[in-house]
């Protein structure tokens, strides 16, 4: 394998962990849904596809939810219920600085959403120190369409095996691998780390 340029890494599931059940318990203080419904109307409708996409900003985000839950707390209270779903996935994030500290660049590569970035950027130090962040809602793009991948082969100036990307969505890895991109699928930091080592990028 030659070696990488820039090593991206997707941000949920990779980098930080997230259960929008948390989310859900608390919105159901406030409106009378299941616990399975709210999940569902936060996290995979597609208000939060639009979200994601830049189709709406947050304050629509939260006008939108409201009409769908009945959910009636002010913008601010959503916004900390709403955001506070994350925690860092630790070795991913040590082994991310062990690859700074060899002198390879670094991007975060996310469908996310503003309110979720400004939680990440505001509670966890790491998140301030990549190299790149190619985020769906800045360029109107999801992955796994193929406008955001260019996007990102713009950005940080690299392009096919010179980028090396852990993302744990198969669908997002393959549409990776078509730009020539060494492309991988996270499944546990263990695996990861062991793909990193093999690769000859931190031993």
């Not at 997707?10 to 009378?32: E, Q, T, W």
């Not at 999940?39 to 709406?56: A, H, N, P």
């Not at 991007?107 to 990549?130: C, E, G, L, W």
Request: proline share 4%; aromatic share 14%.
């Amino acid at each position: 394998m030659i070696k990488p340029k820039i090593v991206v890494f997707d941000l949920g599931k990779v980098l930080v962990d997230f259960d929008y059940r948390i989310a859900a318990k608390k919105f159901l203080k406030h409106c009378s849904l299941s616990l399975i419904e709210a999940v569902y109307i936060i996290s995979q409708s597609d208000i939060l596809d639009r979200y994601e996409q830049g189709d709406i900003d947050s304050v629509q985000f939260y006008n939108e939810i409201c009409a769908k839950t009945g959910y009636n707390r002010p913008y601010s209270e959503f916004v900390e219920i709403f955001g506070n779903v994350f925690s860092p996935i630790q070795p991913m994030i040590e082994l991310k600085e062990k690859l700074k500290n060899r002198g390879l660049k670094t991007a975060v590569f996310s469908n996310t959403n503003p309110i979720a970035i400004d939680v990440i950027s505001r509670d966890f130090p790491f998140y301030k120190t990549f190299d790149y962040y190619i985020l769906s809602y800045e360029v109107r793009s999801r992955k796994p369409a193929h406008e955001i991948y260019k996007k990102l082969e713009e950005i940080v100036g690299c392009h096919g095996q010179d980028i090396l990307y852990f993302d744990d969505r198969p669908e997002n890895v393959e549409t990776g691998k078509l730009y020539g991109w060494q492309a991988f699928v996270h499944e546990t930091p263990e695996k990861t780390i062991e793909i990193v080592n093999k690769m000859g990028l931190i031993n």
